[in-house]
Antibody, heavy 120, light 111 residues
Framework: QVQLQESGPGLVKPSETLSLTCAVSGYSISSGYYWGWIRQPPGKGLEWIGSIYHSGSTYYNPSLKSRVTISVDTSKNQFSLKLSSVTAADTAVYYC?????????????WGQGTMVTVSS | QSVLTQPPSASGTPGQRVTISCSGSSSNIGSNYVYWYQQLPGTAPKLLIYRNNQRPSGVPDRFSGSKSGTSASLAISGLRSEDEADYYCAAWDDSLSGDVVFGGGTKLTVL
């Protein structure tokens, strides 16, 4: 079955760039679907960060757009998130997920999530 | 402040039927599909309802979704202890350049 696994540093310093990767197994990213990143600050709700198609087309949350880059590497069957100029407000559990067929705004397969803390 | 408004909490006893509301506007719920997610403690969200009222395979028919105008509801019948979780509504928002917006979440307690 399709599985997603996030990886990356658990601690990032303020003003630096947060970088995470989502490795996909059980499905070839190049075959289709949108793939997304969603985050959840401790004790708070969900926030969509952005989505990417296997071709590289991207959609970003307008409030984060100036700081976010999502890219896909079909050769490694993974996609990545970069969030620049981070502050403590970016501390959250970051999830990668696969969208439902034909859409980019609803997600039916999720990774387990990875906690990222922004602190000096 | 979430774009979609949900009650912060809801509760019910085993066997009861509970509903969770989600209020939005014409730019999100009023013109796009609504999705519902269930998040058990310490786990990733799980898609419960898509396209307003459709259940992914494996989701019990005790869970149902509906939409009317700029509001949506999730109903859970035959409440069970394992339904105790946080529930989030979501929808695409057409304002600005587009955005996926979530409700603030409703914590359901099974008494």
């Amino acid at each position: 079955q399709v599985q997603l696994q996030e990886s990356g540093p658990g601690l990032v310093k303020p003003s630096e760039t947060l970088s995470l990767t989502c490795a996909v197994s059980g499905y070839s990213i190049s075959s289709g679907y949108y793939w997304g990143w969603i985050r959840q600050p401790p004790g708070k709700g969900l926030e969509w960060i952005g989505s990417i198609y296997h071709s590289g087309s991207t959609y970003y949350n307008p409030s984060l757009k100036s700081r976010v880059t999502i890219s896909v590497d079909t050769s490694k069957n993974q996609f990545s998130l970069k969030l620049s100029s981070v502050t403590a407000a970016d501390t959250a559990v970051y999830y990668c997920a696969r969208a439902l067929p034909g859409v980019m705004d609803a997600f039916d397969i999720w990774g387990q999530g990875t906690m990222v803390t922004v602190s000096s | 402040q979430s774009v979609l408004t949900q009650p912060p909490s809801a509760s019910g006893t085993p066997g009861q039927r509970v509903t969770i509301s989600c209020s939005g506007s014409s730019s999100n719920i009023g013109s796009n599909y609504v999705y519902w997610y269930q998040q058990l403690p310490g786990t990733a969200p799980k898609l419960l309802i898509y396209r307003n009222n459709q259940r992914p395979s494996g989701v019990p028919d005790r869970f149902s979704g509906s939409k009317s105008g700029t509001s949506a509801s999730l109903a859970i019948s035959g409440l069970r202890s394992e339904d105790e979780a946080d529930y989030y509504c979501a929808a695409w928002d057409d304002s600005l350049s587009g955005d996926v917006v979530f409700g603030g979440g409703t914590k359901l307690t099974v008494l």
